[in-house]
C-alpha cells in the first residue's frame, strides 16, 4: 500500500498544482468580470454630469413635475369628457377604461406633488397651467377630435413625461439629503408615467394598425432628443430610453402653456404687433 501511495504521489501533487492554477484563472477571470461589470453599472446609473447642470432644488424640482401633473391631469380630464360626450367616437372599452385610469393616477400625482411642496415650504396653488391650455399646439390641429390624434397626442405627452422626470435625476442627486425624499417619489411617479406610455402605444398598436411599439424604437417617436452622442448610455438602442432636461421640456411645453384662443367665425384685429411664435419642435 505504501508503495501504491508513493507511485502516485507525484500525480496527485501535480493534479493538485493544476486544480489550483485552474482555480486561480477562474477567480480572476470573475474578479475581472465583476470589476467590468460594476464599471458597466457605474456608466448606466450615474447620470452624466454634463447633461444636466444641478441648478434646480429640490423645491423647484417639485413645482417643475406639478407643472407637468398639472398639464397631463388636465388633458385626460378633456379626453374622458371628449370620449363620454362622444366627440371622439369609436373608442372600445378598453381603451376608456386606460384613458379613465391614466386620468385618475395623474390627479393622483397632483395630488401627492402638492403634498410634498407644501413641506417643503412651497404653495401647489402658486404652479398654475391656463384655464383652457393650447392643446392644439400639440399636433397643430385639435387633438379631441377624433382616436387617432387623441392617442398619438397623448403618447407624445406620457413619453415626454417619462424623460423629464429622468432628466432631473442630476439635480435630486446633487441635492444629497435633502433631496432624496424627492427623488423616491419622482422614481415611483417616473415608472407609472413609463407603464401610461407603454399602454398608450399598445393602444396605438392594436386598435389603430399603427407601427409602434410599446417602447421606444425609434428616436423620430418622441419629441425629445432621445439621441445623446455625449453619454456613454447607447441611447440609440431600443434597450436605453432618453431623458430630457428642463430647458427642452419647457420649451416643447411652453406653447400648451398658453390659453387658447376661442374659436371664432371672424377673426378680431388686434391692436397689438404680432410676434410669430417658433414652433416646437417635432410637435407636429
Not at 29 to 54: I, R
Not at 220 to 235: A, L, S, W
Request: some cysteine.
Amino acid at each position: 500500500m505504501k508503495l501504491f501511495f508513493k507511485a502516485i504521489a507525484p500525480t496527485i501533487i501535480k493534479a493538485t498544482k493544476t486544480l489550483k492554477q485552474n482555480l486561480l484563472k477562474v477567480f480572476a477571470s470573475v474578479q475581472c468580470a465583476s470589476l467590468a461589470l460594476l464599471l458597466m453599472l457605474s456608466l448606466l446609473f450615474v447620470p452624466n454630469a454634463t447633461a444636466q447642470n444641478p441648478t434646480m432644488t429640490p423645491r423647484q424640482v417639485v413645482e417643475y413635475a406639478l407643472t407637468l401633473e398639472k398639464l397631463e391631469a388636465d388633458f385626460y380630464r378633456r379626453a374622458n369628457s371628449a370620449v363620454q360626450n362622444e366627440a371622439v367616437f369609436g373608442l372600445p372599452s378598453t381603451a376608456r377604461a386606460a384613458l379613465t385610469a391614466y386620468g385618475q393616477d395623474e390627479a393622483q400625482h397632483v395630488t401627492d406633488l402638492s403634498a410634498v411642496l407644501r413641506s417643503l415650504g412651497g404653495n401647489p396653488d402658486a404652479v398654475m397651467i391656463p384655464t383652457n391650455p393650447n392643446y392644439k399646439a400639440i399636433l397643430g390641429r385639435d387633438p379631441f377630435a377624433n382616436p387617432t390624434d387623441l392617442l398619438l397626442a397623448a403618447q407624445y405627452i406620457e413619453d415626454l413625461g417619462v424623460a423629464a422626470y429622468k432628466g432631473q435625476v442630476p439635480n435630486l442627486q446633487a441635492a444629497g439629503d435633502a433631496g432624496k425624499t424627492v427623488l423616491a417619489g419622482a422614481l415611483g411617479i417616473h415608472s407609472v408615467e413609463a407603464r401610461h406610455a407603454a399602454g398608450i402605444r399598445e393602444l396605438r398598436q392594436s386598435l389603430l394598425n399603427v407601427n409602434v411599439r410599446p417602447w421606444i424604437k425609434d428616436p423620430t417617436e418622441v419629441i425629445y432628443n432621445e439621441n445623446r452622442g455625449d453619454d456613454p448610455i447607447p441611447f440609440s438602442s431600443e434597450a436605453f430610453d432618453g431623458y430630457a432636461t428642463s430647458d427642452e421640456v419647457l420649451a416643447l411645453v411652453r406653447p400648451i402653456l398658453t390659453e387658447a384662443q376661442p374659436a371664432m367665425t371672424e377673426p378680431m384685429p388686434s391692436t397689438e404687433p404680432s410676434t410669430p411664435q417658433a414652433p416646437v419642435r417635432g410637435l407636429w
